[in-house]
């Protein structure tokens, strides 16, 4: 995966990359099909989506088509830890034009709760 051109999409999103070899209509429709994927998936444990959360850390799109994706855990334990990954595969395979999709765990950066959206600070209350 080459020639990445970062796209911030909100406050505190994943760095989403894009490959420039393809069309940018169809990139755009892909990012934000992805995007709405991703917030079809939720922690059992809290009632708001993984993107939301501030969870996906990193989305890449390469020239095939294939997505990869950083994700991290509220916490280490997290009780949903070895599902999760499958979950969010599952959920962005699904998306139109996507060849596959790798989800890789990671745990640097921490997460904390300053990654969290305002849509999940209100879902949440957390003010």
């Known amino acids: ?4 051109t970062p796209v911030e999409t909100a406050p505190n ?19 934000d099909d992805i995007i709405a994927s991703l917030k079809t998936v ?6 708001s989506d993984i993107y939301e959360l501030g ?3 990193r989305v890449d799109i390469d020239d ?23 979950w969010v595969e599952n959920a962005v395979a699904a998306v139109p034009g996507v060849q596959s999709v790798t989800v890789s765990m990671v745990f640097d ?3 904390d709760q300053s990654r969290m959206s305002d849509e999940a600070r209100v879902a949440l209350d957390m003010w």
Not at 42 to 47: A, N, S
Not at 64 to 86: F, H, K, S, W
């Open 109 to 111: 950066p921490p997460w």
């Open 64 to 86: 095939d088509r294939n997505v990869a994706i950083d994700m991290t855990l509220t916490a280490p334990g997290c009780p949903v830890a070895g599902e999760m990954p499958g």
């Open 1 to 4: 995966m080459n020639d990445h």
């Open 55 to 57: 969870l996906i850390y």
């Open 13 to 31: 999103a994943p760095q989403v990359s894009q490959t420039s070899g393809i069309p940018p209509e169809e990139l755009d429709r892909m990012t």
């Open 42 to 47: 939720y922690d059992p444990e809290i009632p």
